[in-house]
Structures are given as structure tokens and as C-alpha cells.
């Protein structure tokens, strides 16, 4: 009895010292949790112009020359999963199919590159934009409310509606791959259109006739509704304006290549210069290069749109994505690329390797300025454009028609910055071009006209053997 008389009162004492214990502990760790730097969270990745080919036999990764094959998808994947473990978002803006695909595979390799991507980033929240590949229809063709719309919406709606992100993605991407998601941001939605529509190359498919091009419009005006306080990112796939590429190395400057018809380019030009439009950061792609443009606002500052590189090496860049950290207020930082230089991942560098800080307009513009003066920074960006490919693109010749592109939009002011002068669709030089090839063969044609009338007449002047 004296025993158990003794024990209680030991008991709780060593009770009381041991609750004292714990919460001394507990207060060390939380204070020196509290002192150690917070973990920067997981950057976002940009994605685009993945042009999976399914049935490539290649067991290695493909370098360049052709599609993504399957082992050049697990290569990109896997150095995704590498640097950003659990992004928190994944925004991929269009052509998921291999060029000249066959219409059968369309679907199942578009279910293949959600489950693909899903597998990797069970977390991650995705905006994703169709290209002018994603149809069964053919490229730069289309066709609403289809069963294969259907389809891509059901395998990609986990996740692109992470947590109830995106709840009208299935039924209003599945009419036309519109929608709007909200971003992990304050106050920041993307609108996603499918502006493939609006491409000089758009026509209708399988069968499909309407004017498709008018119902996107109307349903960017009615997301982009002035009022509010919501910022907006517009994201589609191919940017609005002059493809340098094609202009500099197609055409050779003879003609100006546009990517859009006049028409919806200039409307919704308008509508990102529109302030009360509250759009901060346009996302592209088509190009498979790493490029910028920067579209005035009128009494804001300017808009800045990124073209994000291409996993497809088929058009000479090589195989590259995009990192970036997005802060609370929506402005991109850190932008880096990552290319498949030598059959290996490596970041080749980014905004900073160009002395910018940050992916907006006011950097955007510091960055063309200097551009325009410094040869050296021109050619740190050409290797950037290209994903530091063995060859650039981008010369000390032609180095003015990319530069101008990043601002003229349309083939007047486009014409004006390359100092070409001209008119019309042509420019100068392509004019001038013309005139003499239509001088040579007016020539030609008006000497054989005059050697057919001289031999007429030299027969008619000649006696005839009936008349001897």
C-alpha cells in the first residue's frame, strides 16, 4: 500500500516532466524550422509542339531530322520530372501529332500524351491548347463537336480540372477546344483558344462546314469581358504576326509571310492592347523556336508573348522546354531552356544569359533595344532561338527580319523596320524582283513575236517553184 501510495505521485511527476520535455522540443524544432529558408516550390514547365510519332522505330532518342519518337518523349520526361519534380503548372499550347500523321492514330496518340503526362505529374495542374495538327481532319483543318474532341477532352479533364481549376473544360473544349482555367495565382485566369482557326492555312474538315472562326471570337470576347479585378494569361498556339523564319529563308524577302489572316489577327491584336482586357502574358508555340514578341497597350505598359520551343526537332531547332518560376503577382522569372544537345540534357540558358530579369513587357522592350546595337547579345540570341542547334538560323544578313518581327505585326510596319520600302503584299525588293523577271520575259516574248512576223514575211517575199 506504501508502495502504491508512492508511485502515483512519482508517476505524475515524471508525466509532467515528460509533457514539459515534448513541449520545449516542440518549441526548439518550430523555431528552428522557422529559421531555416523556406523551399523554393517546383518552377513551371512550358511544353510545347510535341509532334509524337508512334509508329517511329528508333530505339534512341531522335536528335533531329525528324518527329518525336517515343524514346525522345521518355528523354524529355524524365529530365522534366528531373528539375521540377511537382510543378505546379504545365502549360502546353498545341501540336500534340507527328506531321503527316495518318487520321486513324489521331485519338490514340492523343491519349497516349495525356496518360504519358499524367503518369509523370500525377499533381500538376495543365493547360493544354490545340494546334493546327490536333485533328483527325488533316493539318490546319477542323471540325466541332466530334467524336475525337470528345475523346481528347475526356482523357485530358483530370488534368487540366485539378482541383476544379477548369469545370466547363470537358463540355466547351469538346465543341471547339475553348476554355478557361484558373490559375494557382491571386486573381489570374488563362483563356485558351483554338486558334488554329484563324491561320491564313485554316479550312473546314471532315466534312464540316461553318463558320467556326466567329464562334471562337465570340466566345474570347465574351472571357476577356472588361471589369473586374482578374488578370488574365491568353494562351493558343500560333502567335499572331510575321513568320520571320519563313520571310528570311522561304521567300527570301521577296514576300512577307503572315501566320493569321488579316482579319481575326487584327481583332485580337485589339483585344490584348485592350487595358481594361486586364491580359498580362500571351503563351505560343508553332514556332519550335524560343522567341518573344511585344504588343504595345495603349496607356499600359506592353504585353508580352512568349513562343515557347518545340520537342519536335524536325524543323532543325533541337529538342527543348521551357522552365520558369511565376510569383504570386504572375510575372515570369527565371525563364531557362533545356535542350538535347549531344544526345543529353542541358540548360542552355535563358533570360538571363540576355541580361533580362524577368519576362515582361518593360524587360521585353530594354532587351529589343539592345538587341538592335550589340552583335554579340544578337548572337547569344540566335543560339537560344535555335536551342543551341549546330547551325543558326538567325545571321548577321538576316538578323533584322527577326528582330522586327518580335514588334511589326502586319506587312506595312514589318516592311518599314526591315527598311524595304514597297507595297502591297510584296516588298521592295520583291517588286523589283518581279519587274525584271516580267522585263526578261516580256523580251523574250516580243523577240519570238518579231522573229515569227520576219520569217512570215521572208516566206512571202520568197518566189514560189508554181509561179517558174
Known amino acids: 500500500m506504501r508502495l502504491a501510495g508512492f508511485a502515483a505521485p512519482c508517476c505524475r511527476a515524471w508525466a509532467f516532466v515528460g509533457r514539459l520535455t515534448c513541449i520545449v522540443g516542440l518549441t526548439f524544432v518550430t523555431a528552428a524550422t522557422l529559421a531555416l529558408p523556406a523551399r523554393a516550390a517546383d518552377p513551371w514547365l512550358f511544353v510545347n509542339d510535341v509532334h509524337l510519332d508512334p509508329t517511329s522505330r528508333w530505339r534512341t532518342p531522335i536528335e533531329a531530322g525528324g518527329d518525336t519518337n517515343p ?7 524524365n529530365e522534366m520530372r528531373r528539375l521540377a519534380p511537382n510543378p505546379p503548372v504545365i502549360v502546353m499550347a498545341g501540336d500534340f501529332l507527328a506531321h503527316h500523321f495518318k487520321a486513324a492514330l489521331a485519338e490514340p496518340t492523343m491519349l497516349v500524351v495525356a496518360r504519358r503526362f499524367g503518369a509523370a505529374f500525377p499533381h500538376a495542374q495543365f493547360v493544354i491548347a490545340l494546334g493546327n495538327e490536333d485533328s483527325p481532319c488533316g493539318d490546319y483543318a477542323f471540325a466541332p463537336d466530334s467524336h475525337f474532341l470528345q475523346a481528347v477532352a475526356t482523357a485530358w479533364a483530370p488534368l487540366v480540372n485539378r482541383n476544379g481549376a477548369a469545370p466547363d473544360f470537358l ?17 489570374v485566369r488563362a483563356v485558351i483558344v483554338n486558334d488554329a482557326l484563324w491561320s491564313t492555312f485554316y479550312h473546314d474538315g471532315c466534312g464540316w462546314h461553318g463558320n467556326a472562326t466567329r464562334g471562337s471570337f465570340a466566345e474570347l470576347d465574351r472571357a476577356l469581358a472588361p471589369g473586374g479585378r482578374e488578370r488574365r494569361w491568353l494562351v493558343m498556339h500560333i502567335p499572331p504576326g510575321i513568320d520571320a523564319s519563313s520571310t528570311a529563308h522561304l521567300t ?22 485592350d487595358p481594361a482586357r486586364r491580359i498580362e502574358v500571351v503563351v505560343t508555340g508553332h514556332v519550335h523556336r ?8 495603349k ?5 508580352p508573348l512568349l513562343i515557347s520551343p518545340a520537342i519536335s526537332p524536325v524543323l532543325g531547332n533541337l529538342p527543348s522546354f521551357l522552365t520558369a518560376d511565376v510569383g504570386p503577382d504572375g510575372v515570369i522569372r527565371n525563364l531557362e531552356e533545356h535542350s538535347f544537345v549531344d544526345f543529353r540534357w542541358q540548360d542552355v540558358g535563358g533570360l538571363g544569359t540576355l541580361g533580362a530579369s524577368e519576362f515582361s513587357g518593360r524587360a521585353l522592350v530594354n532587351l529589343q533595344r539592345r538587341l538592335e546595337h550589340d552583335a ?13 542547334a549546330p547551325h543558326n538560323e538567325i545571321n548577321r544578313r538576316n538578323w533584322r527580319s527577326y528582330w522586327c518581327a518580335a514588334t511589326a505585326f502586319s506587312s506595312t510596319p514589318f516592311r518599314d523596320c526591315v527598311e524595304e520600302g514597297g507595297f502591297s503584299f510584296l516588298t521592295q525588293r ?39
Open 71 to 77: 524514346a525522345l518523349l521518355t528523354s524529355a520526361i
Open 171 to 187: 463540355r466547351t473544349f469538346a465543341h471547339d477546344g475553348f476554355y478557361t482555367t484558373k490559375l494557382p495565382l491571386e486573381n
Open 252 to 273: 527570301h524577302r521577296l514576300a512577307i509571310v503572315p501566320f493569321m489572316r488579316p482579319a481575326p489577327r487584327d481583332a485580337v491584336l485589339d483585344l490584348i492592347a
Open 290 to 297: 524560343f522567341a518573344y514578341r511585344i504588343i504595345d497597350r
Open 299 to 303: 496607356g499600359a505598359p506592353p504585353v
Open 376 to 388: 554579340d547579345l544578337r548572337g547569344t540570341y540566335a543560339a537560344l532561338y535555335m536551342g543551341d
Open 430 to 468: 520583291g517588286v523589283a524582283v518581279v519587274a525584271a523577271v516580267s522585263a526578261v520575259v516580256l523580251t523574250v516574248v516580243l523577240g519570238l513575236v518579231a522573229l515569227v512576223f520576219a520569217l512570215r514575211r521572208r516566206r512571202q517575199r520568197m518566189p514560189s517553184k508554181h509561179l517558174r
